[in-house]
């Protein structure tokens, strides 16, 4: 293969992310870590993953479960030092597995040094760090909203200001337009890039350059200046995977992040897909019913966009998201078949693939009963908000069962011993009681289970580059039940085939691919052209000359 290629290893790869509060703890406390995380990593060799992306474990008060950071520098307690930092990194390396940090970079904790001091005055040299407007008590310098919750905007008295805050009201917005703030983060990534990781993944990154005044919160017009330089100054001195997190991208915003000059990030993730499922113009709460053709036309938009001009990224899951075995499968009778679909699915797709922790299980939301059980600063104050509007308790619930974060976060579920193997203490979130079921102690030797079925995809993608390279091609884009696509390139095709809806459904591709190989199936024997509930196939065939 080309140089070029070779330079892009993460084309190939496929990534997996780690929460690491939830996912192994070593001491006992309640809480994951990175020794934990450690003694893992030949469970995620066996998987065949290139490189773990691992929520932040710097130093925070967690009001946003590390999102909120006071120093960028260091490893919280909560999670280790920095020496097991270096550990896994070079314990990771050993396996061939590279470390990818998370780059919260809109915004610190209050808790971090240069907003303690940015607060004393106005005089003071870290006071521009931050977005400060000026105003009286009560009355705010407009009415945006922060996303969770309350006014994007709080009243520090020893300056008499507001300063802006897209998040929480402990998570103060850094003001990009400062070049010392753009410095003293490059210097920071370069000092991580020292320490020997392999990437980084870019928290809210199109929301850095907003333009408050304007009510400008994503995509503000020097973001894209910003990157460039963001990754001049520190990416391309290295050979990074790099992902920006993406709220507000569509395609042609996206060529801009992924732009195969490498001049800003790897890939990015986008969202359109996740915001199906709620209805127009309300929040993520307010859930509109499902339409696979919608879901469907989305990703073959950003498939057909960005092929050959950027890089997608695949998911279905992540730490902020709904399990997708209970969001577009069903984590009842189907749950195996389901989560084995979706996997075939996605990672049939051109783009780099990531694997939530626990997706490769077949993991599924959570219902708690009551609201103390939740942990989800996102998810508390909604709470309280609806409650305080008016809404009955079981309809806050009901949207809570479907979309709060804490669905993600429960423990990782390695066996069916006490905690579900993830501690021996008392956990900081309940296990999903259905860990006796489902768990990694009992999918790992099996040849049928999710894990495996995600172990074979993972190494598919390492043989065939029709995975990397084939184009795109939706069938039957009418069909409010059956996702099927090819990939193709001059050599091969391949088909992915996927019923995905628990009702039987006629499909005559299966029947015209009988003759290619048949490469991953989650049901045993021979699929006939009536695919059963969530039947998912794929073949491949090579071209006649
Ligand atoms: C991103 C993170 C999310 C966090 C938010 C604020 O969306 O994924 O967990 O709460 O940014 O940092």
Sequence with gaps: MSDSREQKWWKNAVVYQIYPKSFQDSNGDGVGDIRGIISRLDYLKDLGIDAVWISPMYCSPQNDNGYDISDYQDIDPMFGTLADMDELIAEAKKRGIRIIMDLVLNHTSDEHRWFQEAKKSRENPYHDYYVWRDGEPGVYPNEMKATFGGPAWEWVPEVEQYYFHQFAVEQPDLNWENPKVRREIYDMILWWMDRGVGGFRLDVIDQIAKEPDKKITNNG????????????????????????????????????????????????????????????????????????????????????????????????????????????????????????????????????PYIYQGEELGMTNVKFHDISEYRDIETTNMYDERISEGYAK????????????????????????????????????????????????????????????????????????????????????????????????????????????????????????????????????????????????????????
């Excluded at 956990?427 to 259905?434: D, F, H, R, S, T």
Aim: aromatic share 12%.
């Design 221 to 352: 017009p020097r973001l894209h200046e910003f990157l460039r330089e963001l990754s001049r100054e520190t990416f391309q001195k290295g050979d990074l995977i790099t992902v920006g997190e993406a709220w507000g991208a569509t395609p042609e915003i996206a060529k801009l992040y992924s732009n195969p000059d490498g001049s800003e990030f790897s890939m990015v993730f986008q969202f359109e897909h996740v915001g199906l499922d709620q209805e127009e113009g309300k929040e993520k709460w307010d859930l509109a019913p499902l339409s696979l053709v919608k879901l469907k036309r989305c990703l073959a938009r950003w498939q057909r966009e960005l092929y050959q001009t950027g890089w997608n990224s695949l998911f279905w899951d992540n730490h902020d998201l709904p399990r997708i075995v209970s969001r577009w499968g069903d984590d009842g009778e189907y749950r195996v078949e389901s989560a084995k679909m979706l996997a075939l699915v996605l990672h049939g797709m051109q783009g780099t």
């Design 394 to 545: 079981e309809d806050v619930m009901h949207s809570l069962y479907a979309k709060s974060r804490d669905n993600a976060r429960t423990p990782m579920q390695w066996n069916d011993g006490r905690n579900a193997g993830f501690t021996t203490g008392t956990p900081w979130i309940a296990v999903n009681p259905n860990y006796t079921k489902i768990n990694a102690g009992a999918q790992v030797n099996d040849p049928d289970s999710v894990y495996s079925f995600y172990k074979k995809l993972v190494h598919l993608r390492k043989e065939q580059p029709l995975f990397v390279d084939g184009k795109f091609r939706l069938l039957y884009e009418d069909d409010e039940q059956i996702f099927a696509y090819t990939r193709e390139d001059e050599e091969a095709e391949m088909l992915v085939c996927a019923n995905f809806t628990g009702t039987p459904v006629f499909c005559p591709a299966v029947e015209e691919w009988k003759d290619g190989d048949m490469l991953l199936h989650n049901y045993p024997g021979e699929p006939s052209a009536e695919l059963k509930p969530y039947e998912a196939v794929l073949y491949l065939r090579k071209k006649r000359n």
